[in-house]
Nanobody, 120 residues
């Protein structure tokens, strides 16, 4: 299973970006789809996650500013980021948990990361 993330870039404080992550490969089903981030010198942290049933959790630091969504038909997860702050600067990684075609074995897969820089 491969994940291709896109949408990162540089933006001024208060600006917006939309990240996308498309999954491909031997996928039977996708359960959780999420976004994580890792800032320089810090550990990777959860930003937002959406389950197959539509349940959503956000990190407290992004509540009210970020919105996660998914398109199951396109095997894609999105992260709309508004009111960006310098503290949001990080490499953002998408992650999915699902089951492979065939043996239905579970898998977790990570995208390659996309850099978001918020600076004036």
């Amino acid at each position: 299973v491969q994940l291709q993330a896109s949408g990162g870039g540089s933006v001024q404080p208060g600006g917006s970006l939309r990240l996308s992550c498309v999954a491909s490969g031997r996928i039977f089903s996708i359960n959780d789809m999420g976004w994580y981030r890792q800032a320089p010198g810090k550990q990777r942290e959860l930003v937002a996650i959406i389950t197959s049933g539509g349940r959503i959790n956000y990190a407290d630091s992004v509540k009210g500013r970020f919105t996660i969504s998914r398109d199951n038909a396109k095997k894609t997860v999105y992260l709309q980021m508004n009111s960006l702050k310098p503290d949001d600067t990080a490499v953002y990684y998408c992650n999915i948990v699902g089951r492979h075609l065939g043996y239905l074995d579970a898998f977790t897969s990570w995208g390659q990361g996309t850099l978001v820089t918020v600076s004036s």
